[in-house]
């Protein structure tokens, strides 16, 4: 086990797999199905799922239930609790449902919601600023995944880029549209496509900081026409700011598309305390509305801790709207009615920033405590997010196999916790690369979102895990962990 190098000699990366979706293309010439006994789907080829989505399902078949979830600490979850926090406004618990509202809403959202997004991000961000949103510049989507595919759909034939680690969800949303092979493993990688170009250089002097003239290079060597990235970072808890964040939103202005995935714009930890309460956005530096090629996702997901709800919005110039009109009326139809219209007064500029407030104070205090009950076992985090709930735990200090995120995840499955394994932050659309090479291969997401009783959960999870090594050696562990999903 000390000398695995290959996924052959892992259980955990067998499983993984033999997944629908996730075997090497080209080397299964049949369509796949979850459960390969059974027929396959003339002309139909699996995805592959999401990091979240597989760990779900892995977690089922261990015993996870989302009926009684809290049974289990769920530390891979990408979402915020939703209950009350101190000193927040009180939570949403019923809504007013009119006849109309009954009726379809159009594919851009409700021109009510589309005002009120386009107010608040004028208000927060883009105060004596000669120009400014409207509701033309706004499009109300159902969920930021939905987002991005309608954004997905749009993109020409041009080159994209996005660094990793990054969002597990941009590897398959822009596979679902464009045809992505997998990247070698040079310092700096853009593989070129018919369509797409990726950057899997992550590893630099300024760990996890975007290298702003890299990647001017990068557009002129390359030919790219669009940048994708998470800002704040998912799932290392960066962030872009200041004159790095000011020149990214720039080459908007000088033929390169930026879009940026703000969902975690809410959830910064300053030092300072009179900073509680500010956020951070690209709408900041953006000169035109309708010039600049700035394209922002965000929503109530995260920042108003409602991700039930699937109201969200992207923001940019209005021929993107107009697009994304069109591309949503074949993808997904709009975002639910009723709701859209109870998110109006959420939107309150006022409320708005009483939520930041609570939900600043509440995050840091969580993260704070996670980051120091890892360090009492030994888990120092390399870089400490001061953004978003997530934390980039780095593992290559274990002993094999538990040095690999694959394997820890298993491990703590049988612990009932649940973490984000690295390598679903990777670039492998095409999964060819052997999974140990994977820059990401040692690394765990962990997140803080969810109430501290759980998080207390799972830290105790990982306690128990680590004093097994100790008490019993390695032989425990890397195998044992039950069959295949089954549907």
């Not at 101190?86 to 379809?104: F, H, Q, V």
């Not at 041009?158 to 969800?169: E, G, K, L, N, Q």
């Not at 962030?239 to 000011?246: A, E, F, Q, S």
């Not at 107009?322 to 975002?335: K, M, N």
Request: glycine share 6%.
């Amino acid at each position: 086990m000390r000398n695995m190098k290959h996924e052959k000699d892992s259980e955990a990366h067998q499983i993984f797999r033999q997944s629908a979706g996730h075997a090497p293309r080209g080397v299964v010439a049949l369509p796949e199905t979850v459960n390969p006994e059974e027929e396959t789907v003339p002309g139909i080829q699996h995805p592959g799922s999401t990091g979240v989505i597989y760990c779900s399902e892995r977690a089922i078949a261990n015993g996870f239930s989302y009926t009684a979830q809290h049974e289990w600490a769920n530390l891979g979850q990408g979402a915020p609790e939703v209950g009350p926090i101190p000193n927040a406004p009180e939570r949403p618990k019923t809504i007013e449902m009119s006849l109309d509202s009954l009726e379809y809403a159009p594919t851009t959202g409700v021109k009510a919601l589309r005002e009120a997004v386009a107010n608040l991000y004028n208000v927060t961000y883009r105060q004596n600023k000669a120009s400014q949103y409207t509701y033309e510049n706004v499009c109300i989507v159902p969920g930021g995944r939905a987002g991005l595919s309608r954004v997905a759909a749009v993109i020409g034939d041009v080159y994209t880029s996005y660094h990793i680690p990054d969002y597990t969800a941009y590897d398959q949303v822009l596979s679902a549209f464009k045809r992505l092979v997998p990247c070698t493993s040079q310092p700096s990688c853009f593989v070129p496509t018919r369509s797409t170009s990726m950057s899997s250089s992550f590893r630099s002097q300024n760990k996890y900081r975007l290298d702003i003239q890299q990647t001017k290079k990068d557009i002129a060597t390359q030919g790219l026409a669009v940048i994708l990235a998470s800002n704040p970072r998912n799932p290392t808890g960066q962030v872009i700011k200041g004159n790095d964040l000011k020149e990214l939103v720039a080459l908007g202005r000088e033929g390169t598309t930026i879009i940026l995935d703000e969902f975690y714009s809410w959830y910064l930890y300053p030092d300072n305390d009179k900073d509680i309460g500010k956020s951070i956005s690209s709408a900041e530096y953006i000169e035109d509305v309708n010039q600049d090629a700035v394209i922002i996702v965000d929503g109530l997901t995260k920042n108003w801790r409602l991700p039930g709800w699937r109201v969200c919005w992207v923001v940019g110039p209005k021929n993107l709207v107009t697009a994304l009109s069109q591309s949503g009326s074949f993808l997904d139809g709009g975002a639910n009615h009723p709701l859209q219209l109870a998110a109006i007064p959420l939107l309150d500029p006022t409320h708005a920033r009483n939520e930041r407030i609570a939900l600043q104070k509440h995050f840091k205090m969580k993260r704070d405590h996670v980051l120091a009950r890892l360090k009492d076992l030994h888990l120092d985090v390399d870089v400490p997010p001061n953004a978003t709930f997530y934390i980039w735990l780095n593992l290559e200090k274990l002993p094999a196999p538990l040095n690999n995120g694959l394997t820890f995840f298993e491990e703590l499955l049988k612990e009932q916790t649940i973490v984000i394994p690295g390598i679903f932050f990777d670039i492998n659309p095409s999964h060819r690369r052997n999974l140990f090479h994977s820059p990401c291969h040692h690394f765990v997401r962990l997140s803080f979102g969810p109430p501290i009783e759980d998080l207390d959960k799972g830290i105790d999870a990982i306690a128990r895990v680590l004093k097994k090594a100790k008490k019993e050696g390695m032989r425990a562990f890397g195998h044992k962990y039950g069959h295949l999903l089954s549907s």
